[in-house]
């Protein structure tokens, strides 16, 4: 069984357009993240989730709107996607925060 | 700045060589992760540290508080260890946040 896994793992999608992409843990964990990773695969944390509730929330344009409807899923939807808005985005989760982090394989967005 | 520094970037080894790749932090820590990213793309975290060394395998993490460094050694290298591995810390006053270095890109060479 998977422990954290993300879809789709890849999306190719016109400028404009809106999109989700979903994640799902099944390792009991009660942190969950959301990470960039750009061109030059440098990772960066957007979002931070405890028990559903918002922890941390970067510096992220409005159109990035996470939504965790239980602490084992965290879902990520963006409005209006733009250029840069390409990138991989990782999902991940571990215990209380501090501890291991577990990643999703990652999805592949490209916007056109 | 980046207050996560890794050196080198690139590595190019043989298989059988010792590797050590180093992470340096300009910033007080609670933790800090060596995360390994395969060719296709999926991540694992190897080690976390808050002090001292710990080992797995052929895999050696070390850390230094005082001096804000960490290095990753590999043992007996061989080409299934060729993968991006990445240092990352939790900056003490962050919470959970993971800063991240800029990874180093490890290739094993037969």
């Known amino acids: 069984d998977t422990a954290v896994s993300q879809t789709p793992k890849y999306l190719v999608t016109q400028m404009g357009n809106d999109k989700s992409i979903k994640c799902e843990q099944n390792?009991?964990?009660?942190?969950m993240y959301w990470y960039k990773q750009d061109s030059k695969k440098f990772l960066k944390i957007m979002f931070s989730?405890?028990?559903?509730?918002?922890?941390i929330n970067e510096t992220v344009p409005n159109r990035f709107s996470p939504k965790s409807p239980d602490k084992a899923h965290l879902n990520l939807h963006i409005n209006s996607l733009e250029l840069g808005d390409s990138a991989v985005y990782f999902c991940?989760?571990?215990?209380?925060?501090?501890?291991?982090?577990?990643f999703g394989s990652g999805t592949q967005l490209s916007v056109l | 700045k980046n207050e996560v520094e890794q050196s080198p970037q690139n590595l190019t080894a043989q298989e059988g060589e010792f590797i050590t790749i180093n992470c340096s932090y300009s910033?007080?820590?609670?933790?800090l992760h060596w995360l390994q990213q395969h060719p296709g793309g999926g991540i694992v975290s190897l080690f976390m540290?808050?002090?001292g060394k710990k080992k797995h395998g052929r895999l050696i993490a070390t850390i230094n508080i005082q001096e804000k460094h960490s290095s990753l050694h590999i043992t007996a290298s061989h080409p299934r260890d060729s993968a991006v591995y990445i240092c990352?810390?939790?900056?003490?006053?962050?919470?959970?946040?993971?800063?991240f270095g800029e990874g180093t890109q490890l290739t094993v060479n037969p």
């Open positions: 989730y405890n028990n559903k509730e918002l922890i």
């Open positions: 990352a810390v939790i900056i003490e006053t962050s919470g959970s946040r993971l800063t």
């Open positions: 390792l009991g964990h009660d942190t």
């Open positions: 540290l808050s002090s």
């Open positions: 991940a989760s571990s215990l209380s925060g501090a501890g291991h982090p577990f």
């Open positions: 910033v007080g820590i609670s933790a």
